[in-house]
T-cell receptor, first 112, second 112 residues
Framework: KQEVTQIPAALSVPEGENLVLNCSFT??????LQWFRQDPGKGLTSLLL?????REQTSGRLNASLDKSSGRSTLYIAASQPGDSATYLCAVEVVNAGKSTFGDGTTLTVKP | DGGITQSPKYLFRKEGQNVTLSCEQNLNHDAMYWYRQDPGQGLRLIYYSQIVNDFQKGDIAEGYSVSREKKESFPLTVTSAQKNPTAFYLCASRPTFDYGYTFGSGTRLTVV
């Protein structure tokens, strides 16, 4: 059974800092990995989707990498802003599962 | 605009009552999913459907039921057998497996 871990559970940084969020998974036979953002009381907003054949994806100040062999993905946020404060979740889809497993998320606070 | 609509945003259930949460999408996606989220936790899969008139149990299906009579609609019924239904419920869809998810804005269910 796929297990997905996100450490740390919470992170607080000053504005302008570059930061990395981590997502670890136990089964490397994956189709894809997706990063989401969730604001309090809201649904999930997709940030980046990395297919198993890809090593990274970029969107604006965000860069997500994937290393299947080590069972890790990182989400890099450059020049963090207070508006980046949210919970970030990763979801991993194992081959032939038809569904994804979600991590519990990392709650990010960016202080002005 | 294409998207997923969940209604109502807030729902209150009395003890012993069944309630139905609505999820409608106009994205022409084949697959639809229901997740439950408890405070400080990740998403747990309740039910999912990869095609009309077919659905599968997720990790926590007990006390819930679904139907998929139309491609656009995937309603979730929380039955009186669900002893702890207070949670945030999220609906998602995607074209098929191996694609990223699109989420609705959620329904917060409270037992009164």
């Amino acid at each position: 059974k796929q297990e997905v871990t996100q450490i740390p559970a919470a992170l607080s940084v000053p504005e302008g800092e570059n930061l990395v969020l981590n997502c670890s998974f136990t089964d490397s036979a994956i189709y894809n990995l997706q990063w989401f953002r969730q604001d309090p009381g809201k649904g999930l907003t997709s940030l980046l989707l990395i297919q198993s054949s890809q090593r990274e994806q970029t969107s604006g100040r965000l860069n997500a990498s994937l290393d299947k062999s080590s069972g890790r993905s990182t989400l890099y946020i450059a020049a963090s802003q207070p508006g980046d404060s949210a919970t970030y979740l990763c979801a991993v889809e194992v081959v032939n599962a038809g569904k994804s497993t979600f991590g519990d998320g990392t709650t990010l606070t960016v202080k002005p | 605009d294409g998207g997923i609509t969940q209604s109502p945003k807030y729902l209150f259930r009395k003890e012993g009552q069944n309630v139905t949460l609505s999820c409608e999408q106009n994205l022409n996606h084949d697959a639809m999913y229901w997740y439950r989220q408890d405070p400080g936790q990740g998403l747990r899969l309740i039910y999912y459907s990869q095609i009309v008139n077919d659905f599968q149990k997720g990790d926590i299906a007990e006390g819930y039921s679904v139907s998929r009579e139309k491609k656009e609609s995937f309603p979730l019924t929380v039955t009186s057998a669900q002893k702890n239904p207070t949670a945030f419920y999220l609906c998602a869809s995607r074209p098929t497996f191996d694609y990223g998810y699109t989420f609705g804005s959620g329904t917060r269910l409270t037992v009164v």
